[in-house]
């Protein structure tokens, strides 16, 4: 099967602008994770969607960090306005319930 | 507070030895334990997971709820296991998404 689609791998951006993710989950797969990864740091869940409602966004920065799945499909997160700390790796990840969860290649973000 | 520790960075072994990478939890309630692999420019991917209690590419995991540990292990390692491994806790059995990982061990094999 396809895996979990994101875009784009790399980017780069200056404090203070804004920076958007997109993510295609694995067709028919009703979860949805966002992770970031701090270099040096295992993943940190970020969000969760069912379909398209936010199960756990506990760990969200919600004053920069804002993410959508519309129509329980893709998904984006945003950051705006990005800071230094902020640089890391976003992964997106996928699941239909207690089966096997499938992670995509990530973003590489780099604020500077 | 709930934690998976991994206390080693970097772990170098030769071809043929035996492999242990380490990872202990702090969890209130019977989490499931996993372990995934990151190979060399590849996405993130699972390795076992202690429910199933099977053993994948020779490495096998047993959960010591006593020492709270989840210690991953190779009787002979190959140069094609070198990547980085992550130990990671779920607590619950039906949204295994859910993870808290642990800082991750590279594991070097050497010829």
């Known amino acids: 099967e396809a895996g979990v689609a994101q875009s784009p791998r790399y980017k780069i951006i200056e404090k203070r602008q804004s920076v958007a993710f997109w993510c295609n989950p694995i067709s028919g797969h009703a979860t949805l994770y966002w992770y970031q990864q701090i270099l040096g740091q295992g993943p940190k869940l970020l969000i969760q969607?069912?379909?398209?409602?936010?199960?756990?966004d506990s760990q969200l920065p919600k004053d920069r960090f804002s993410a959508e799945r519309l129509k329980g499909v893709d998904s984006t997160l945003k950051i705006q306005p990005a800071k230094l700390e902020d640089s890391a790796v976003y992964l997106c990840?996928?699941?239909?319930?207690?089966?096997?969860?499938?992670f995509g290649q990530g973003t590489r973000l780099t604020v500077v | 507070a709930q934690r998976v520790t991994q206390p080693e960075k970097l772990l170098s072994v030769f071809k043929g030895a035996p492999v242990e990478l380490k990872c202990n939890y702090s969890y209130s309630g019977s989490p499931e334990l996993f372990w995934y692999v990151q190979y060399s420019r590849q996405r993130l991917q699972l390795l076992l997971r202690h429910i199933s209690r099977e053993s994948i590419k020779g490495f096998t995991a047993d959960l010591n709820k006593g020492e709270t540990s989840f210690h991953l292990k190779k009787p002979f390692a190959q140069e094609e296991d070198s990547a980085m491994y992550y130990c990671a806790l779920s607590g619950s059995s039906s949204n295994t998404g859910k993870l808290i990982f642990g800082q991750g061990t590279t594991l070097q094999v050497k010829p």
């Open positions: 969607f069912q379909n398209n409602g936010v199960v756990d």
């Open positions: 990840a996928s699941s239909r319930t207690d089966i096997t969860t499938f």
